[in-house]
Structure formats: C-alpha cells, structure tokens
C-alpha cells in the first residue's frame, strides 16, 4: 500500500474546520428560529408563497454576516428585529392582499384557546384577526410568540431582548386590547405561567 503524502484528504486546514462550525451554526439557529421568523410573517403577509420569501431574505441577511451576528449578546433578537424589518418592508412596498383562507386559520386557530368561548362567528374572527394586526409593535411580537408559537416568556424574553417582567406587561396589555376590540371584559392568558 503506498501512501500519498502529498494528498490532503480528509484533513482539515484550521480556517476549513472553523468555517465548517460556522456553518453548522447558523443552520442549527435558522432551523432553531425559522418557525418563529415564518410565524411572525405569516401573521402579517396574505400568502405562504410570500412568507417563505420573506424567510429566506431573512436567512440570506443572517447568512452575510453570521460571523457579527454571533457577537451579539442575544443573536435571536437581533435575528428577530431583523425578521420584522423585512417584514415590514414587503408589508409596506406590497398593495393591500387578501390573506389567504389558510393563513387566516392558522393564526385564528392558535388564538382560540386563549379566546376560548368569545369567538361565536366569523366575524368575531375577523375583528381579533383585524386587532391582532393593529397591536403596537412590542405587543404583536409577544401576542406572535407567545399564542402563535406557544413559547415560554423567557425564550420570548431572549428573542425579543427584553426582561421577563416587561414581556408580561406587554402580554398583559395586548389581552387587555385585543378584549375592547372583541367587546368582552377580559381576555384570559391561558398559557399559564409558561
């Protein structure tokens, strides 16, 4: 058996490995927050072709400059603040769409548990659909995360840079907005303490 000593093979020159490791990371995040970025667009754009545009802007940014991303203290937010920029610019440079039949049950789907019994018909639908839609900023992402995703207030606290305490409040809030559009009293968290 002869061995070439001239052949690199299978091994891996040092800036190789680290380039390697960098890729593998910021698949595992994109595979790790996508379904949040896909949540938040979905909610907002009329169509799933649209939303995986959006996406992959999103990705194709984080992409370009992964390495400064990962000196953030919290890359999910600055991923997150991202996401909502491109966003907000398809929203912006886009005619007004009709949302999509599936779109729209899926985003009223992951509400009712939380309006649970103050939905009676389509047009109560509509109207939270409407006010989810119209809630500040700081408000929507919380709603977004928290009924739409199910995620923890403190994994919304790192997406969305802020204190837990400030993520309840927000929460807190939007319920408080979203029942005044609905006409009702209150609208319970029912998520618990998650």
């Known amino acids: 058996m002869t061995i070439d ?4 093979g299978s091994v891996a020159v040092p800036g190789e490995a680290a380039n390697v490791r ?11 927050h996508e379904p949040a ?4 667009a979905l ?23 992964w390495p400064q991303v990962l000196r953030f203290e919290e890359p999910a937010a600055y991923a997150w603040r991202l996401a909502n920029r491109h966003v907000a610019d398809f929203v912006a440079g886009e005619e007004p769409v ?4 599936v779109t729209f049950a899926a985003v009223i789907g992951a509400f009712k548990q939380v ?8 047009a109560d639908e509509v109207r939270l659909y ?12 919380v709603v977004i995360l928290r009924y739409l995703l199910g ?27 979203l029942a005044r559009r609905l006409g009702v009293r209150e609208l319970p968290d029912r998520g618990g303490d998650q």
């Open 5 to 8: 000593k001239g052949a690199r």
């Open 22 to 32: 960098m890729e593998l990371a910021y698949s595992a995040f994109c595979e790790t």
């Open 37 to 40: 970025w896909h949540a938040l």
């Open 43 to 65: 909610t907002r754009i009329g169509n799933r072709a649209d939303v995986a545009l959006v996406v992959k802007a999103v990705k194709e940014d984080l992409a370009r400059c």
């Open 98 to 101: 009709v949302v999509e039949a």
């Open 115 to 122: 309006a649970n019994g103050l939905l009676h018909n389509e």
């Open 130 to 141: 409407a006010a989810i839609l119209e809630l500040p900023d700081r408000q929507r992402d």
């Open 151 to 177: 995620l923890h207030v403190k994994v919304i606290g790192a997406y969305l840079d802020r204190p837990v305490a400030t993520v309840h409040s927000n929460l807190r809030h939007a319920r408080e907005r």
